[in-house]
């Protein structure tokens, strides 16, 4: 689905990202995880086409790189929520989901739209506060409106679609945390692909298919949650220690810090 290698990017002349390599497969949900300035966000704004690396080619999209790709047509494969959405938009709820369809509607959306927002606003639990200022609503609940925004830009009939979630979580309590997960598990069930970046390492062993541990810009680990989630890497990347067990009812791989 998407693919990079060696990309390098740096700014102001500092080194952010480091010959990352990555290859995100179709159905694959893949968190990227890392301490804070690892370069989780640079690298997935680099992916998503949002800046640009030292050499022109470094990414594929689909086979085809990324460039190359027309922006209106790349809208309807791929979406993105960024990690600092805007706190100021003075809209209606509804009217900011809608803001999702942009790519597929002229001057009115059409009922098809109107639809596809509806049923997102549903899934995120946020259809009771459609007609409420968008500047009204808590951190938790902006962050639900811009899940039902990209999920909604995605609502079509192309094969293999793509969400970028950076930290998707943020703000949210832990129903709503385990609903989003949910939701981006659903999406990739259905051959589609999610690229996330997680702060929660438990959340992340639990539903994602692949981990992408990263550390000053590097890749430290890169496979499945029992093959990066080992003491030895975890106290690395984070400089913390901690204890790895299984999960008792899930059995997924289970991280206890301190
Ligand atoms: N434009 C820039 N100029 C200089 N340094 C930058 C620039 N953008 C990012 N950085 C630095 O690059 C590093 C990686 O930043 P990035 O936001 O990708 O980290 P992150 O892993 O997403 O961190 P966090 O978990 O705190 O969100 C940080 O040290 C950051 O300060």
């Not at 694959?28 to 989780?40: H, Q, R, S, T, Y």
């Not at 680099?46 to 086979?63: G, M």
């Not at 946020?126 to 902006?142: A, P, Q, T």
């Not at 990263?214 to 690395?236: C, D, H, N, Q, W």
Request: charged share 25%.
């Amino acid at each position: 689905m998407i693919k990079g290698h060696e990309i390098n990017y740096q700014s102001q002349n500092v080194s952010i990202l480091k010959s990352v390599d990555i290859n995100v497969g179709y159905g694959e949900f893949l968190a990227i995880v890392g301490p804070n300035g690892a370069g989780k966000s640079s690298l997935l704004n680099v992916l998503a086409n949002e800046i640009k690396t030292d050499k022109k080619q470094e990414i594929f999209f689909k086979d085809k790189i990324i460039y190359d790709w027309k922006l209106e047509e790349l809208s309807k494969h791929k979406a993105k929520i960024s990690q600092h959405n805007s706190q100021d938009i003075p809209l209606l709820v509804k009217d900011v989901v809608m803001m999702g369809r942009y790519p597929y509607f002229g001057s009115q959306p059409t009922l098809e739209d109107i639809k596809s927002t509806e049923i997102t606003m549903v899934e995120t639990e946020i259809i009771h506060f459609g007609d409420r200022d968008y500047n009204s609503l808590s951190g938790g609940e902006k962050q639900r409106v811009h899940l039902a925004r990209v999920l909604a830009q995605l609502d079509n009939d192309i094969a293999h679609r793509l969400l970028f979630l950076d930290e998707p979580l943020n703000n949210l309590d832990i129903k709503h945390q385990h609903n989003t997960l949910e939701l981006i598990k659903k999406f990739t069930q259905n051959n589609n692909t999610a690229v996330v970046v997680l702060h929660d390492l438990n959340l992340a062993a639990s539903f994602a298919d692949k981990i992408l541990l990263m550390e000053k810009g590097e890749v430290l680990a890169y496979g499945a949650p029992e093959e990066v989630f080992t003491e030895e890497k975890i106290s690395r990347a984070y400089n913390f220690p901690c204890t790895i067990c299984k999960h008792p009812v899930n059995d997924s791989t289970m991280i206890l810090f301190g």
